[in-house]
Nanobody, 118 residues
């Protein structure tokens, strides 16, 4: 069975940092591109980071560029999201996403909550 399990969310003060992890199982992780999305209450889900299957290319929207870093360890079947200089605007549920395979599969994790508040 395919599983994506996020961890590392929690409460952090403005200006602080947090690192999220997503542990994958049940599919060939090294052949899948990985992404992080987030969704705040009353807002649409948005992409915040993307990394190719081999880890050679990453992409970020302007809202997080320079503050967030996505990385992956294919030997551990895990993708990470390092978040620095956090602000209340970053408060959201963060979701791990995997895309790939012959039939262009898409898998989602259950999400982990990040709350930035003083």
């Amino acid at each position: 069975q395919v599983r994506l399990v996020e961890s590392g969310g929690g409460l952090v003060q403005p200006g602080g940092s947090l690192r999220l992890s997503c542990a994958a199982s049940g599919f060939t992780f090294r052949r899948y591109a990985m992404s992080w999305y987030r969704q705040a209450p009353g807002k649409e889900r948005e992409l915040v980071a993307h990394i190719t299957s081999g880890g050679g290319n990453t992409n970020y929207p302007d809202s997080v560029k320079g503050r967030f870093t996505i990385s992956r360890d294919n030997a551990k079947n895990t993708v990470y999201l390092q978040m620095n200089s956090l602000s209340p605007e970053d408060t959201a549920a963060y979701y791990c996403n995997a895309r790939g395979g012959v039939t262009d599969n898409t898998y989602w994790g259950q999400g982990t909550q990040v709350t930035v508040s003083s």
